[in-house]
């Protein structure tokens, strides 16, 4: 999670008309990645250097050079009849540094319910029970034997939370470097937090937050976690729905300082749908919009988004709940998954007893109760789509047999029925581009309050995740490996902001394993893990329930921190 800097036209007055909290102090923005629809393609991927120099002025400055060059060669040209000779041989570009800039993490706030609204934009909200409590955990790895400056904030950037301190000078080559943690422990939250954390010696912080959400009581029972996404201008977000008793808001968040104008595309089980107010909204420095997605699709079962930002980047997040009647049927926030991909991974899903699940969807208004898998085609060309599903003991295969044509341009949903009770890593591999993400519901019997979790497609696990772990309940890490063996490494994050020895687990390929998560590793509260693998490629999730009751909500690893990164610079046409 990495801040970006977005291009200077995009500051508009036209952000002062958007709703949402009041735009806070400028902060001082980092490199900016995103790929905003509307850009111009010379600004996009400027980055601010210190001192107020940028990335995109030195860039400027080598292409004026080269101008310059240019324009001199022409008059040399015009002032002799015989051509000069051409050059035949090709120049490689040049390789330039892009330097680190802060991590950003935006935590969604607490989950609540629609009061007086029509279906539309900008829903105003009231909380939901006098049980329900909103917690966000959090840690940050040292680099170079040193804590980056690191801080949990309001997103106007009031009630700031210091993790870490600026950092003073990196310790001599040579000395031994202890792994470090700063670490915020089930901080309770009323609203939209930011985690950041400088960069170190130019590399990126290791970083990473997640909110959990829990209530006994009123329509929104149950338990919803959510990563503290990177703010990005494209992303893919699966599962949502609007149709009677199903409740879908989505959530954009402005965390930089420059203004967001976001448009969005959706996509439902008969196509893409043209919704007049689904583009150019404004989401001003500092505020979240959100908006009411029955207004754009009313009563589609199965919805997809696709989120495009021009100007700041956004985080976005969807808060779906379910009420079947007066029975609460579940709450959960739906965070983004990975781009359209010929390869779709989800582990960390949860499914009961088969055999119970059927005679609850066989209900009416329990439909969406089982587990199921929900694709999205975003082209034009139908997807032919295989699954497999790998457990404990190995893959296990659908009733349906595993092989489903997904139409273009819409959603399909494909059940998981009739799959054994267990936890369980999902393949989705098609012959074009696909987004997925995979439903799980806690809970067995009409009448009594259900839970509901989405698992979006994950990441492949690199080195040094940082994986935040909410107190309380029950949880677990999941980790899935596809072809081949994968060797995972794990370390328990304290609350005293130590990193405590390494464990090994050694997971077959085609097989799901899972780790009990302790409530203390030597004497002090496990709050996080710091996770890395090797070997074939494996995906992890972490799990969370709650004894005795029917929650369940399920965390994406984040990307690692990337090191340092370079861009190709071409001079020249």
């Given at each position: 999670m990495?801040?970006?800097?977005?291009?200077?036209?995009?500051?508009?007055?036209?952000?002062?008309?958007s709703t949402g909290a009041n735009p806070g102090p400028a902060e001082k923005p980092g490199p900016d990645s995103g790929k905003g629809r509307g850009r111009k393609p010379s600004s996009g991927g400027s980055t601010r250097l210190p001192g107020g120099n940028t990335r995109a002025a030195s860039v400027a400055g080598v292409a004026a050079g080269v101008l310059i060059f240019a324009a001199a060669g022409a008059v040399v040209a015009a002032g002799t009849?015989?051509?000069?000779?051409?050059?035949?041989?090709?120049?490689?570009?040049?390789?330039?540094?892009?330097?680190?800039?802060?991590?950003?993490?935006?935590?969604?706030?607490?989950?609540?319910?629609?009061?007086g609204t029509d279906a539309g934009t900008d829903a105003q909200f009231r909380p939901e029970s006098a049980t329900a409590a909103t917690r966000v955990s959090a840690a940050v790895l040292s680099a170079g034997g040193v804590l980056p400056g690191s801080r949990l904030a309001r997103l106007d950037g009031t009630a700031a939370v210091d993790i870490a301190k600026a950092p003073g000078p990196t310790p001599a080559a040579g000395t031994p470097q202890e792994l470090l943690a700063g670490v915020v422990a089930d901080r309770t939250v009323d609203q939209v937090n930011v985690l950041r954390a400088d960069a170190v010696a130019n590399q990126n912080a290791s970083a990473a937050g997640a909110m959990k959400y829990t209530a006994t009581d009123g329509d929104l029972q149950g338990s919803a976690a959510a990563s503290c996404s990177q703010p990005l201008n494209d992303q893919w977000l699966a599962g949502a729905s609007t149709v009677v008793g199903r409740t879908s808001v989505l959530a954009l968040t402005n965390a930089s300082s420059t203004p967001a104008t976001v448009s969005l595309e959706l996509f439902g089980s008969g196509g893409q749908i043209q919704a007049p107010g689904s583009r150019g909204l404004l989401v001003a420095p500092g505020t979240t919009r959100s908006v009411v997605l029955a207004g754009l699709?009313?009563?589609e079962a199965q919805l997809s988004v696709h989120v495009r930002s021009a100007g700041g980047p956004v985080a976005a997040t969807i808060q779906q709940s379910v009420l079947r009647g007066l029975t609460p049927g579940g709450v959960d926030f739906i965070s983004p998954g990975t781009a359209p991909a010929l390869r779709q991974v989800m582990t960390g899903?949860?499914?009961?007893?088969?055999?119970?699940?059927?005679?609850?969807?066989?209900?009416?208004?329990?439909?969406?109760?089982?587990?199921?898998?929900?694709?999205?085609?975003?082209?034009?060309?139908?997807?032919?789509?295989?699954?497999?599903?790998?457990?404990?003991d190995g893959q296990h295969a659908l009733p349906s047999g595993g092989v489903i044509t997904a139409k273009a341009g819409s959603t399909t949903e494909v059940p998981l029925a009739g799959v054994p009770a267990g936890q369980y890593t999902v393949e989705a591999s098609s012959d074009v581009s696909i987004v997925a993400a995979t439903r799980m519901g806690r809970g067995?019997?009409?009448?009594?309050?259900?839970?509901?979790?989405?698992a979006a497609s994950a990441v492949r696990l690199g080195s040094q995740h940082v994986i935040p772990v909410p107190k309380g309940g029950l949880r677990q890490l999941v980790f899935g490996a596809l072809d081949a063996r994968a060797t995972i490494t794990y370390a328990p994050i304290t609350a005293d902001g130590k990193v405590r020895a390494n464990a090994t687990a050694d997971i077959a390929g085609g097989t799901t394993a899972s780790i009990a998560v302790p409530e203390q590793a030597d004497g002090a509260d496990v709050v996080g893990y710091v996770v890395s693998a090797s070997g074939d490629a494996a995906y992890g999730a972490v799990l969370l329930g709650q004894d005795?009751?029917?929650?369940?909500?399920?965390?994406?690893?984040?990307?690692?921190?990337?090191?340092?990164?370079?861009?190709?610079?071409?001079?020249?046409?």
């Open positions: 990495h801040e970006h800097t977005p291009p200077a036209a995009a500051q508009s007055a036209a952000a002062a008309e009849a015989v051509p000069g000779p051409g050059s035949s041989r090709a120049v490689p570009a040049a390789q330039a540094a892009v330097p680190a800039g802060a991590s950003v993490g935006v935590c969604p706030g607490p989950a609540r319910l629609l009061e699709a009313p009563n899903v949860d499914i009961q007893d088969p055999a119970a699940v059927a005679a609850l969807t066989a209900q009416a208004g329990y439909k969406d109760a089982g587990p199921a898998l929900e694709l999205t085609v975003p082209g034009a060309a139908d997807a032919v789509v295989e699954i497999k599903l790998y457990g404990r067995l019997q009409p009448g009594q309050a259900l839970d509901v979790a989405w005795g009751r029917n929650d369940v909500s399920a965390l994406g690893f984040l990307p690692a921190a990337a090191g340092q990164e370079t861009v190709p610079v071409s001079l020249g046409s």
